[in-house]
Nanobody, 123 residues
Framework: QVQLVESGGGSVQAGGSLRLSCVNSGRADEDYAMAWFRQAPGKEREFVAAITWTGKTTEYEESVKGRFSLSRDNAKNTVFLQMNGLKPEDTAVYYC????????????????WGQGTQVTVSS
């Protein structure tokens, strides 16, 4: 079974940076696309970024383009979300998700989820 564990969240001031990590500590015998979603208080969970198994293709939500960068190290079963130029509106719980096959922006397509990590950006 796939088991995703996120880390790297925290509190920063606006303009700061954080690097989130997501490790698959369970089953890793399939080619999993990985994605990050986030949920702010009182809002629905939304897509942030996704990456293919090979790492050659990524997709980003419009508001994070140019600020966030997603990468992966398959030898370590880990994906990284580098977040620069953080804004207060980036405050949310960030979730890592995995699915076999190609990625997509719809959370219903992802059967595997981490527990989430809190990111708080103060102005």
């Amino acid at each position: 079974q796939v088991q995703l564990v996120e880390s790297g969240g925290g509190s920063v001031q606006a303009g700061g940076s954080l690097r989130l990590s997501c490790v698959n500590s369970g089953r890793a015998d399939e080619d999993y696309a990985m994605a990050w979603f986030r949920q702010a208080p009182g809002k629905e969970r939304e897509f942030v970024a996704a990456i293919t198994w090979t790492g050659k293709t990524t997709e980003y939500e419009e508001s994070v383009k140019g600020r966030f960068s997603l990468s992966r190290d398959n030898a370590k079963n880990t994906v990284f979300l580098q977040m620069n130029g953080l804004k207060p509106e980036d405050t949310a719980v960030y979730y890592c998700a995995a699915k076999s096959g190609y990625y997509g922006p719809d959370e219903v397509d992802y059967p595997y989820w981490g527990q989430g990590t809190q990111v708080t950006v103060s102005s």
